[in-house]
Nanobody
Framework: QEQLVESGGGLGQPGGSLRLSCAAS????????IGWFRQAPGNEREGVSC???????SVAPSVLGRFFISRDNAKNTVDLQITDLRPEDTAVYYC???????????????????WGQGTQVTVSS
């Protein structure tokens, strides 16, 4: 069965770093765009960074230069490195997948149809 499992969330200090990991199973990883999304209390879910198996990636302008996505097609994992943590990064972070072949699709949450359970990231001193 198709599954996405996030890990690596937790409490981080402003200016610090966290690394989130998404492990996928139960589907042909190469055929899917995999992305990271986040939702803060009272806010809509937003796309943070997405990737496809061909190496294309996107990063939201609001986190450009601080968030870095990396994909390992051999291990079926997509990691999100978060640097220079800020309080506004506090949110539940979700991994999601959408079958699209090698086409790189927009990093929009309404397009993705498989979701992990989410991992909480809290930034506080």
């Amino acid at each position: 069965q198709e599954q996405l499992v996030e890990s690596g969330g937790g409490l981080g200090q402003p200016g610090g770093s966290l690394r989130l990991s998404c492990a996928a199973s139960g589907f042909n990883f190469d055929d899917y765009n995999i992305g990271w999304f986040r939702q803060a209390p009272g806010n809509e879910r937003e796309g943070v960074s997405c990737s496809n198996s061909g190496g294309s990636t996107s990063v939201a302008p609001s986190v450009l230069g601080r968030f870095f996505i990396s994909r390992d097609n051999a291990k079926n994992t997509v990691d999100l490195q978060i640097t220079d943590l800020r309080p506004e990064d506090t949110a539940v972070y979700y991994c999601a997948a959408k079958k699209s072949g090698r086409v790189f699709i927009p990093c929009e949450p309404h397009i993705y149809d498989q979701w992990g359970q989410g991992t909480q990231v809290t930034v506080s001193s």
